[in-house]
């Protein structure tokens, strides 16, 4: 749905791409951690729902990502052991006992944070 706002200049964010150099092991992974389906599938595309897709590159991560997720968890706890199951990493600990950088199976950080 698109809601056109006062003054703006009918520019609206469509969603998040990740770059990816497995496209199946990040797929599996954002997939299972936020509980969206597979909606499109191309050789170098797969979109997860309206809002999240991966595309493919042939380079890997090398550097600290410049835009990242912030996620928010209704169960924190449970939220942070299921990342972890699913590969990914604990940047550190708990901040401000509000949230936690993470990285993915490939390296791209995002966050969870408490609701």
Not at 19 to 40: C, E, K, P, Q, V
Request: charged letters at 25%; hydrophobic letters at 40%; one cysteine or more.
């Amino acid at each position: 749905m698109r809601v056109r706002r006062q003054g703006g200049t009918g520019i609206d964010v469509s969603g998040v791409v990740i770059d990816a150099t497995d496209l199946d092991l990040l797929a599996r992974f954002w997939s299972s951690l936020l509980g969206l389906d597979i909606t499109r599938r191309e050789d170098d595309w797969i979109s997860l729902g309206p809002q999240l897709a991966l595309q493919r590159v042939a380079e890997p991560k090398t550097g600290k990502n410049r835009v990242h997720l912030d996620l928010v968890a209704d169960d924190f706890t449970a939220a942070t052991a299921r990342a972890a199951e699913l590969g990914a990493s604990a940047q550190g600990g708990l901040r401000e006992n509000l949230w936690q950088v993470w990285q993915d199976p490939e390296g791209n950080e995002f966050c969870i944070c408490r609701s």
